[in-house]
Each structure stands twice: as C-alpha cells, then as structure tokens.
C-alpha cells in the first residue's frame, strides 16, 4: 500500500494481519490446490448502501469551529466478483456523498474505485495486481471518519490509525496507486513476497495544489516470512521508493523540508524524497488467544531539491533570489511493537488489542519527513450474532514540527439479519498543529447509520464503508 517506504508493516494494528495474498495458504503451508467453485457461485454481483446522519462540530457547513451542525453521508457501492479454481478478479466502486443542510451548496463527492486481481500460477507460486483510483472532494475533518488520507504509506502509512491532515478542511484531489506482486512459497517455513507499483497523488485545482502539491513516483516492496518451530515467526521487510515532487508552497510560519521554520512564503521547486527502510518483526503466540509483536528497523531518507523562489502571490518578496537547497540525508529508528488478545466467553467475543510505534513519515501536504509517535488501543465485544460493541483510540504526535492527533470512537452495532445493519455511536478529536488551521481543536459528532445490500454483511459493515474504497461489500 505504502510508496515509499517510510513504515514498516511490522507496526500494524493487529498482531496477526500479516498480509497474503487471497487464497494463498500460510507461511508455514503448502498452497493447496484450489478447488473450482461451482457455476453459480463463480460469478458474484452485490450493491448496497450505507446512509449516515452525523450531529456535532468540525462539519461541513459550519460558520466557525465549535457551531453544531449536522451533515448526511450516503455511500452507494456495487462490487463485482469472478472466482475461478485458481484465483480470482474483483472489480468495486463506492462513491461518497455529503450533503449539509445547513449549506447547501457545500455538497460533496468523492469518487473511489477499487481493482484486485490474484492468481495462483502453481501450488507455491502466485500474482496479484491492485489498482486504486481516488477523485473528488475529500474530507479531512477528523470526526466524519472519510478513511485514509491521500497517498497511503505516505499521509497514512499502513497499520497507523492517525493520517496526517491539510490546513483546509476538505480537499478536491485525485489519488491513484497500482502495485503488481509476486509471492513464493519456497518450503514449509518461508515465503517471499515482492511488490513494485507507481503512485499518483496531487490537488486537482491550483488552489488545491497549494495545500496537497503533485507528488509521484515508483516503489519497491520484499518481504520474507519465515515460520520457526512451534508458535514464533520472523518478518523481514525492506521498503524503497521515490516522491518527485511539483512545486511544493511554504507558508510563513510552516516547515520546511529539513525541518526548520519558514520565515516567509515562497514556493519549493524540484523537490524528491528517496526512502529506504529495512526491519524485522518478531512474532509470537503466548496461547491460543493471546499473541504479540515486536520489531524494529533502521529507515534512511535521502531529500534535494533544486530551489526557493518566491511567491507571486505577494509583490513584497520579488526581491528575494533563487536559492539552491542542498542535498540531505538523515537516519530515522523505527521501532513498535503490539499485542493482541481473544478473551474465552461462552456465546461472546471479545478481542483486545494494542500497539505502539515510533517511525518516520512523510507529510504529503508539506513533503516533508518526521519522526512520529503512534499509539492505539481498541476492544471489541461481540454479543451473539446481532450484537457488537465496540471502543477505540489512538494518539500520534511528533516534535519538529510540532503535531498532536488523538481521535476516539465509540460504536454500536445490531444486525437484524444478514442484508441490514444498524450502528450508532460517538466520535471525539483534538487537534493541536504548529500552524494553526480549520482543524485545529476539539472535535465531537454523534451518529447513526444503516447498512444494506444484496449480499450478506457482517457486524463489520456499521464500520466507516470507507476504507479501502470497497467497504460493507464482500
């Protein structure tokens, strides 16, 4: 998911989500020979919808920050899916719409559009090819619960709870990756996967651009799996990518690449961001129920650009010259480590889990790279098959510049039956950036929403259908 680099996987939320291709087996076994479904369920069509209500502050329409309003969401979605013995191709789109009866004319509407392709070539060998589109209007409000910032592994790097944000509250962008992969299961105990891709990201108007700047490049994945004798497993992940960068805008008082305070406005030109990341994850199950995580790396990030030149937009900085800017290169720690528990309960579930993680990041709003601190914690408690409650929490924050995030949920959810799900809760933020901005603050909403489709839905789907751009659709 991630382009650069800059986060290892070994810093996810889950302690056991290490990713795989779909029907691929465990590291630990041969990949088995798929069976061919049958006819009728080679093919699959599922639509659906998810309607939200939301009720509180930082919402689309609102004349100042602490005013109550009130903002409806609708995410139509329709998935198609074909299955054959030895893979499968899945094809989905779930548009985002926010309409604010207090502003009308503030209507917005995201665009997102998801493609997975995988194929098994032999018993232990395999491809997979996912291509994602973003375009439209985003909301960074950290209450509306969108998803994932623009350019995952950059703004978002996997297994982080907390996206960086823009000064503005919502953004018109277009966000565009594709990643082809390549996994071989060499023995029992080892798997390699290998993942090259290219990303896409930038505003799609010139005052969009000033906020989130054209940003593109290649990347390179290679992860090792390798399964020891009884309960532990070892992950070893090296991550390498390129950002070239547009012209990058600094206003007076922000951060500039290298991290020092910007004086006065200018624009930085010829920008590139070259990271590179190796790590290893341990992996260990204490029993059944209860497993955990640990790992760390070393992250090298290599920054030139080719000059300062001043903004055209204030005539009191034409005197200023073209600057060159000189080549960087700094070592960033990269460390985490979580645990994850399934408490025994007769006719309930309940899963626990934490993780902690100090890694750097890049800002894609700013292309500029810091060192970060993430923490989250969650528990989810499931009540027989139409009952699930649900609570979660994470905080990130980083020195220079400096940048606080916690945001909380939350949430209940009653199935009445397999095609309809109820979900209620409440979302609380607080933002505390060095630039003061539309999101800055504390941050509540109350919501409700109801989730439908023609397929069956889990207790899942009273989540945001938002991430990954596929959502309650399976």
């Not at 503030?106 to 997979?128: C, E, I, K, P, Y």
């Not at 996994?183 to 891709?197: A, K, M, N, P, Y």
Request: hydrophobic share 40%; charged share 10%; glycine share 12%.
């Amino acid at each position: 998911m991630g382009a650069l680099g800059l986060c290892l996987v070994l810093l996810t939320a889950g302690a056991g989500d290490t990713a795989q291709a779909p029907g691929a087996a465990p590291p630990e076994e041969e990949v088995p020979a798929v069976p061919k479904p049958p006819a009728e369920e080679r093919y699959t069509f599922n639509i659906g919808a998810k309607l939200e209500s939301l009720v509180g502050t930082e919402l689309q329409g609102s004349i100042n920050q602490s005013q109550v309003t009130s903002n409806f969401v609708l995410e139509p979605g329709a998935l198609f899916r074909e299955r054959s013995g030895t893979g499968q191709v899945t094809l989905s789109y779930v548009p985002w719409l926010l309409y604010a009866p207090a502003d009308p004319n503030q209507r917005l509407f995201f665009n997102r559009l998801l493609l997975d392709v995988q194929q098994a070539l032999s018993r232990t060998t395999g491809l997979s090819l996912v291509w994602r589109f973003w375009l439209g209007d985003q909301s960074f409000s950290p209450v509306v619960n969108l998803g994932t910032a623009p350019g995952p592994g950059t703004g978002q790097p996997p297994g982080t709870t907390i996206p960086q944000v823009p000064q503005v509250a919502t953004l018109p962008l277009l966000d565009t990756s594709v990643r082809l992969g390549y996994w071989v299961i060499t023995s029992t105990q080892l798997r390699l996967d290998f993942d090259v891709g290219f990303q896409w990201a930038e505003g799609t108007t010139a005052a969009a651009r000033l906020q989130l700047p054209l940003q593109r490049g290649p990347f390179l994945d290679a992860a090792g799996t390798w399964k020891l004798a009884g309960h532990d497993a070892l992950i070893g992940k090296f991550r390498s990518g390129l950002l070239a960068y547009g012209p990058v805008y600094r206003p007076g008082g922000s951060n500039n690449e290298n991290g020092s305070t910007v004086l006065l406005p200018h624009f930085n030109t010829g920008l590139s961001i070259l990271g590179s990341e190796l790590g290893l994850k341990w992996q260990h199950s204490l029993s059944a129920n209860l497993s955990t995580e640990l790992g760390g790396g070393l992250g090298v990030v290599w920054q030139s650009s080719s000059y300062d030149i001043p903004s055209l937009t204030d005539q009191d900085l034409l005197w200023l010259h073209r600057t060159p800017v000189p080549a960087t290169t700094t070592a960033y720690p990269l460390l985490g480590a979580s645990i994850r528990n399934q408490v025994p309960l007769i006719g309930q579930t309940l899963v626990i889990s934490g993780t902690v993680a100090l890694l750097p990041i890049v800002n894609q709003f700013s292309g500029t790279v810091i060192e970060r601190l993430d923490v989250s914690a969650a528990a989810v408690w499931g009540v027989g098959r139409q009952w699930t409650f649900s609570a979660s929490a994470g905080a990130a924050a980083s020195q220079n510049p400096r940048e606080v995030d916690v945001r909380a949920e939350l949430r209940v959810v009653a199935q009445s039956t397999d095609h309809l799900v109820f979900a209620g809760g409440l979302r609380l933020a607080y933002l505390n950036y060095a630039i003061p901005g539309a999101l800055n603050g504390t941050s509540w909403v109350i919501f409700i929403s109801i989730t439908g489709a023609s397929g069956k839905l889990g207790s899942a789907a009273g989540a945001s259908a938002s991430q990954g751009g596929q959502g309650f659709l399976q």
